[in-house]
Structure formats: structure tokens, C-alpha cells
């Protein structure tokens, strides 16, 4: 309990919608947004629109980098898949080797600029890849697992992957997860576990922020909700001990919400660092 009120103490509540100067800079950088999407419509010299010559080089970058990747060991796990054609690609896979095999649908996505935060993203674990999900915890040295599903939503898949109950105990061998804390905030909720390796006596404090404001929707209700979320993610990432950690991030796929909020978050790590939003067109390219 010592190590739980430390994590809890030592966590800066930020909320961006109340900081004058960052909320000018993200108007001043939406309107630049704004812009560039409008010109989208406009027709080139020869012809096509903006947007067309945009999506041509976009499925360019694809073509190109197809021929370089490929999904061979994901195919061979079909039962560990949640969909059977949202699959990591082997060069970007994370792999467990202290795992008894060492695949797990999740992909590392490496900074999408120089101040944003690395992510882990992956679906929602199925029963049967619930040790799967904590040893690649473990093993990756992470301390901050973000889900982008309610409670509504897990109630009615029936796969929660964690203890639900305080001081309840959920035995992944060599795994043991204890919940130690749950504190609802106004949207979202933090759990505080335990995750102790019983083998080698080994155990550290993970903390999962829970987003519960989505809805049914693509995007959520208002923007508000899910900046302030943002804003906290931000904040435990930035005072864990291991900078160089990555955030576990999940949505049901690891594809719609997770690509959406990986994107503001780089965009609010770029503003919050005085630069310009990163030009999404060009990444990767």
C-alpha cells in the first residue's frame, strides 16, 4: 500500500482546456488544419483534386512498403487473433521470449515525432491470451496500460483481463495480478495493480487508465472528455520511472480508437513542445 499512495502522490493533475496559452496554440494549429482539408477539393493543373494526388502517393508509400513486410507469424496463431484480418506485421510485432511461444497480436509503433509518447497497441486480450498480455507487460517493462473500452462495452464481451475487486488475485502462471486501488474520476477510471512474477519473486506496480466516455459513436461525444483524459495519460507517462517505457494502449481491434487517439496524442505533444502539429500525410513516407 506504501508503493501504491507514492505512485498516486507523485502524479501532477494537468488539464489542457484550462492552460490560456496552449488552447491558443491549438486553435491557431486546428485553423491551419482546417485550411489544409479545404484545399483538398481544389483541382490541380491536370485535373485531379489535391486530396487525389495526396491519396496516389499514400497508396504509393503502401505499394512500396508491402513488398517489405510480411504477417507469416500472425497467420500461424489464428486462435490468438480477436479478427482475422487485423494482423502485426512480423517487423513490428512484439515478441515475448520468456513466453512458452512468442506471439501476441500487438505491434510496437515507435514516436511519431520527437516528443511523442511510444505505444504498444494491441486488441483486447482473449481468454486465452490473458498471460500472453501480462508477460509482454512484464517483459516490456511497462508501467502504464491505457484501455479505450467502458465498462459497458468489457460487461457485455465478457473479457476483462484484470481482477475487478480490491485485493482480488488473478493467477496467470508465472504471473500473479493483485488490484490494489480503484478510484473512478469523471470519465474515466485508475486502477492500480500489482504484478508480481512468482518464480523469480519479482513484482512492480502497473497502473491502468480506463477511458469510459467514448460511446457507441467513432469519436466520442465532445472533445473536452477525452483531452482531459489525454492530459492525465500524458501525466503518468511523463513522471514513470522509465521514460523509455512504452504505454500499452487498446481499443476492441487495436485500430479505430487506439489510430485516433495515438494521433491527438502526438498532437498534443507537439503543441504542448511549441511546435506545429506533425503532418500526418508524411508519415511514414
Known amino acids: 500500500m506504501e508503493t501504491e499512495s507514492k505512485e498516486e502522490e507523485k502524479v501532477v493533475k494537468v488539464d489542457p ?16 488544419l482546417l485550411h489544409t482539408i479545404e484545399s483538398f477539393d481544389k483541382k490541380s493543373l491536370n485535373g485531379p483534386t489535391n486530396l487525389d494526388n495526396k491519396w ?24 490468438k487473433n480477436r479478427f482475422p484480418d487485423i494482423l502485426p506485421f ?19 509503433l515507435g514516436k511519431l515525432s520527437a516528443g511523442a509518447v511510444p ?49 482480488q488475485e488473478l493467477l496467470l502462471p508465472p ?8 478510484n473512478k474520476r469523471q470519465g474515466h477510471v485508475q486502477r492500480i495493480f500489482t504484478l508480481q512474477q512468482m518464480q523469480k519473486k519479482l513484482s512492480r506496480v502497473v497502473i491502468q487508465l480506463q477511458f469510459n466516455d467514448w460511446g457507441p459513436g467513432a469519436f466520442p461525444s465532445t472533445p473536452a472528455s477525452l483531452l482531459a483524459f489525454l492530459a ?12 523509455q517505457s512504452p504505454v500499452v494502449l487498446h481499443c476492441l481491434a487495436g485500430v479505430g480508437r487506439s489510430g485516433i487517439f495515438v494521433i491527438l496524442s502526438a498532437a498534443i505533444k507537439e503543441i504542448t513542445h511549441g511546435n506545429t502539429i506533425i503532418d500526418l500525410t508524411m508519415v511514414g513516407s
Open 17 to 32: 482546456l484550462t492552460d490560456a496559452s496552449f488552447l491558443s496554440k491549438l486553435s491557431t494549429e486546428v485553423e491551419k
Open 56 to 79: 496516389r502517393e499514400v497508396l504509393d508509400v503502401q505499394n512500396t512498403e508491402s513488398g517489405k513486410r510480411s504477417i507469416s507469424v500472425a497467420r500461424c496463431y489464428p486462435m
Open 90 to 108: 512480423d517487423q513490428s510485432r512484439v515478441s515475448i521470449p520468456s513466453s512458452k511461444d512468442d506471439y501476441i497480436n500487438a505491434s510496437v
Open 119 to 167: 505505444f504498444i497497441i494491441t486488441q483486447l486480450p482473449l481468454p486465452a491470451t490473458y498471460g500472453d498480455f501480462w508477460h509482454m507487460v512484464f517483459d516490456q517493462g511497462v508501467e502504464l496500460i491505457v484501455s479505450l473500452l467502458g465498462d459497458q462495452e468489457l460487461d457485455q464481451l465478457g473479457h476483462v483481463y484484470y481482477p475487478t475487486t480490491r485485493e
Open 175 to 182: 504471473f500473479r495480478v493483485t488490484l490494489q486501488s480503484l
Open 232 to 243: 492525465e495519460v500524458h501525466s503518468f507517462y511523463d513522471q514513470q520511472r522509465k521514460h
